[in-house]
């Protein structure tokens, strides 16, 4: 009995060993970029057709672990670790994920605050859909759809059926897209998805234009199109409330090296660009996607009586108090001061008594005073802090306040001398009333 348990635990303590590289090199706050990344593909060829794409990726330190979707081996969770940090679906036509991995599974992992890129296509499962209706996006609803438009197409030799759209339709944000400026339109075919209006996450990153349309375009219209104009995104991201980002596009090609290198000119347009802004656009915001740009984190919370240093457990109503707070930004290789105007602090009790917005001395650290309300119960310093692009922060910490005590208070009040005036006038009356009752005859 004794040797098959001896063999049992050695093969225990070996899965645990095999474990430990994933567990030290996933997603790290305070190193956002350390990360491992799963690539799911329909086919491996997409490995070489899309390979611009993945170097970039790894020439930024991500590692990359290619599997095809129907892999039996497919496992992100093992011993309640997840053993990737980011998931990139390369596979619209998969019917079913191999191993353990299925929708639910997908979206455990982004509700457990890892990122995702999802690429749809005109050949997009049931599967690829469910799970971006999920996270917020509805692809067309007919499965030969694909996005059409006539003004807005992308010169070629061929005539074709204005399927190949050129878009320069982009958010206007630097930190999702960086600060440097897309020139060449991006280069898109596949199909369109509008976003659930009840989802207020989810944000056009490539629209279409005024003139798109999605239909089937092979066939005449018999019916008015279901998705139009700029209702019509083709690129759309989300960033959940635990901070997780997902990229969700209809169209594999846009990652592809073809249309990488490929040049553009929009129809109507004089200017000819010798290379797409495709590469651009993918990369930039897989840069965000990925927390590179746009990723805060909040130190050094710190409060206490104007004066001291010492932070109080318990404020008196009416204190004067100074509250700071340090703020950064990842670069991508190491955190910076984060620089803004609009961090604001709250002294919440049931409702905000103060709100403060915080000067800053440009180097990250964020701070302000203010008097403490005349009112005692227990409060919270919070910083909810929401910008586009950037992710939440939500700091809070509480604190007691007192009234004053009975030796405390002044030993007369200002605002009490007519009080006490009609008291001294009161008994004067009544002294001189006494008197004159008294010995008048």
């Not at 303590?13 to 996933?26: E, K």
């Not at 590179?292 to 919370?301: C, I, S, T």
Request: glycine letters at 6%.
């Amino acid at each position: 009995m004794a040797a098959p348990k001896s063999v049992a635990v050695f093969f225990a303590v070996l899965n645990l060993i095999s474990l430990l590289p994933f567990i030290a090199f996933s997603f790290s706050p305070d190193q956002p970029t350390d990360r491992k990344i799963l690539v799911l593909l329909d086919d491996l060829s997409i490995k070489s057709s899309h390979s611009i794409f993945f170097t970039t990726l790894q020439s930024r330190g991500f590692d990359l672990d290619f599997k095809l979707a129907d892999d039996p081996s497919i496992a992100v969770k093992r011993y309640g670790q997840y053993l990737y940090d980011g998931l990139v679906l390369f596979s619209p036509s998969a019917d079913r994920f191999g191993g353990s991995l299925n929708i639910e599974g997908v979206l455990d992992f982004v509700d457990s605050g890892h990122d995702l890129i999802l690429a749809g296509d005109s050949n997009a499962s049931d599967l690829i859909r469910n799970i971006a209706a999920e996270c917020g996006v509805e692809f067309d609803e007919d499965t030969s759809a694909m996005v059409i438009d006539h003004a807005g197409y992308a010169v070629s030799e061929t005539e074709g059926d204005h399927t190949l759209i050129a878009s320069d339709e982009f958010i206007q944000s630097d930190v999702i897209l960086g600060s440097k400026k897309l020139e060449a339109p991006v280069l898109f075919k596949g199909i369109g998805h509008s976003l659930n209006p009840e989802n207020s996450l989810v944000l056009k990153v490539l629209s279409a234009s005024s003139s798109a349309y999605s239909a089937n375009p092979t066939s005449k219209l018999s019916n008015p199109p279901s998705l139009t104009g700029t209702a019509i995104s083709l690129v759309s991201v989300i960033q959940a409330r635990n901070n997780a980002r997902i990229m969700i596009s209809g169209s594999l090609g846009l990652f592809s090296n073809r249309l990488f290198r490929s040049g553009v000119q929009k129809i109507g347009s004089l200017n000819k660009y010798e290379k797409s802004g495709n590469e651009q656009f993918v990369t930039e915001l897989s840069k965000w996607i990925f927390h590179e740009r746009g990723h805060l984190k909040a130190v050094n919370l710190k409060h206490n009586k104007v004066g001291e240093t010492e932070e109080p457990s318990i404020y008196r109503i009416n204190d004067d108090l100074e509250f700071s707070v340090e703020i950064f930004e990842w670069s991508g290789t190491s955190w910076v001061p984060y620089v803004a105007n609009d961090v604001q602090v709250q002294f919440y009790m049931m409702s905000p008594y103060v709100l403060k917005t915080l000067s800053t001395n440009q180097k990250g650290l964020y701070h302000t005073s203010f008097k403490v309300p005349d009112v005692y119960g227990v409060f919270q310093f919070k910083v909810e802090y929401q910008r586009l692009g950037y992710t939440t922060l939500s700091l809070s910490k509480q604190i007691p306040v007192r009234p004053f005590k009975h030796n405390e208070y002044e030993r007369f009040i200002t605002t009490a001398f007519p009080y006490y005036g009609a008291s001294f006038s009161t008994m004067a009356g009544f002294f001189i009333f006494s008197i004159v009752y008294l010995y008048n005859k």
